[in-house]
C-alpha cells in the first residue's frame, strides 16, 4: 500500500535496481566473502573480514572500476600479503556466477517495455556490474543502463536518478524506481522526486518513504498493477 500521500500521477517510465531486486545471489553474500578471500590469496582473512566490513569498504568506493580498491582497503589493517587486484576478480566471479534472477523477472521487464521505457540504475564497479549483465545476458533487457561506476556519484546521490531520467527521457515525478534498499534505493530515488517501489525481502521493514511496497517473491506477479496504482 502506498505510503506518501501524493497527487496521482501517470507513471511514464521505469527504472530498476538490480541486485537483490532483479536477481539474488544462490548461496549467501558471506559465505560467498569467505571464499573469495580463500581463493584470492588470503585464507587467513576468511574469520576476520566479515559482509559488514565489506560493505562499508564498499560504500567508500561506489564510483570506481573494479573492486580492487574496496579490498585494498579491507586488507590495510591487516597483515596479509594478497594482491586486491586478485582478491577482486576472485569476489567478481564468485558472486557473478552465484547470481539468478527473481522468478518472472525476464519476462516482467519484456513485458514493461511494451507500455514503459525501463531502465537499470545499480550501484558498483563498472567491471562488477557488467559482468554481472553479461552473465545474465541483460544488456538488451533494459533501454538504458546506467552503473554508479560510470557516473559522477551512486545512489543515494540524487545524480544518480539524474542519469536515470536522463537515459529513460522522463520527469521525476512520472518516474517509478523500484528497489530494495530503504537508503540508496527508496530514500534517494524519492529525494529526487521519483515514485518509489519497495522490493521487501523476508523480515524487511517498508522504508517510510515508500510510496508502495512489494514483496520480491511477488514481483513479477504484482508490479504491473503497482505502477498503476501510484
Known sequence: MPSRT??????????????????????????????????GGAPELTDTVDRAAYLDAHANHRTADSREPVFAELLEPHDAEADPAALADAYREAVTTALVPVSGTRELIADLREEYPVGLLTNGPVRAQSAKLDYLGWWDAFDTVHISGDLPAGKPDERAFEALLDGLGSDPDETAFVGDHPVEDVRG????GLRTVHVLGDGDDPAPEADATVPRDHLARDLPDILREL
Open 6 to 39: 501524493l497527487p496521482p500521477v501517470v507513471i511514464r517510465a521505469v527504472g530498476f535496481d538490480l541486485d537483490a531486486t532483479l536477481a539474488v545471489p544462490e548461496r549467501p553474500r558471506s559465505r560467498i566473502l569467505a571464499d573469495a578471500l580463500d581463493a
Open 189 to 192: 530515488a524519492a529525494a529526487a
